[in-house]
Nanobody, 124 residues
Framework: QVALVASGGGLVQAGGSLRLSCAAS????????VGWFRQAPGKEREFVAH????????YYANSVKGRFTISRDNVKNAVYLQMNSLKPEDTAEYFC?????????????????WGQGTQVTVSS
């Protein structure tokens, strides 16, 4: 079993950067792929980025490609989301989630464990 805690959100001006962290507990964290999702008020939760169990493969939503970078440190049991060139439309609550599925998964129901959200607000 894996428990996830997301952190690092905050208020930033457009064009700025934030780094989100997802801290995991559990001996088998290295066997899980991790995804970041976000949910804006009144909208469905949407996929942002995915990293496989080893960190050797990543995948991004088109809306963040080239601006966001997902990475992981399996020694520290952590996954990160570096967000650069932030836009007001990036404002949302951000969630990390873990899955044992080996292929890239972008839908919420394919993830087994979820952390609580961390709020990101980008002002114009």
């Amino acid at each position: 079993q894996v428990a996830l805690v997301a952190s690092g959100g905050g208020l930033v001006q457009a064009g700025g950067s934030l780094r989100l962290s997802c801290a995991a507990s559990g001996r088998t964290f290295g066997a899980y792929a991790v995804g970041w999702f976000r949910q804006a008020p009144g909208k469905e939760r949407e996929f942002v980025a995915h990293i496989n169990y080893s960190g050797g493969s990543t995948y991004y939503a088109n809306s963040v490609k080239g601006r966001f970078t997902i990475s992981r440190d399996n020694v520290k049991n952590a996954v990160y989301l570096q967000m650069n060139s932030l836009k007001p439309e990036d404002t949302a609550e951000y969630f990390c989630a873990a899955t044992r599925t080996l292929t890239v998964v972008t839908t919420t129901y394919e993830y087994d464990y979820w952390g609580q959200g961390t709020q990101v607000t980008v002002s114009s």
